[in-house]
């Protein structure tokens, strides 16, 4: 309504809409952020694979059980690049921000 309401020559002379704008909106998993996330668990996966040793087979086979909790891990795409500043969401949600910074401290590229 708002969007149609904003529109230039939209409005009549009495004020009223001449066309209304439908929009559909929908969700997706398949957003950076998740993109992102999908990236730095299989970077993880790859190095504590590499290991080989008895904690790291211990920690993957945690990590591969959180995956399978995780159906937006699935369902989002490839990561084509990493950003060189962090979105809003991987600076302000809380569980972002906590993969952000392992990310960056384990210094992945």
């Not at 998993?29 to 590499?50: G, M, T």
């Not at 040793?53 to 990493?82: I, M, Y």
């Amino acid at each position: 309504m708002a969007r149609s309401m904003r529109k230039i020559g939209n409005i009549d002379e009495r004020g009223k809409l001449i066309r209304t704008f439908e929009m559909r909106r929908f969700v997706t998993e398949d957003v950076y952020e998740n993109r992102f996330v999908r990236y730095v668990v299989e970077q993880v996966s790859r190095r504590l694979f590499a290991l080989q040793d008895e904690e790291a087979t211990t920690l993957l086979r945690e990590l591969n059980a959180a995956k399978q909790v995780t159906p937006f891990l699935r369902t989002a795409g490839r990561l084509s690049h990493v950003a060189e500043e962090p979105t809003a969401v991987l600076l302000r949600d809380p569980l972002y921000r906590a993969v952000y910074e392992i990310w960056g401290s384990l210094a992945f590229d």
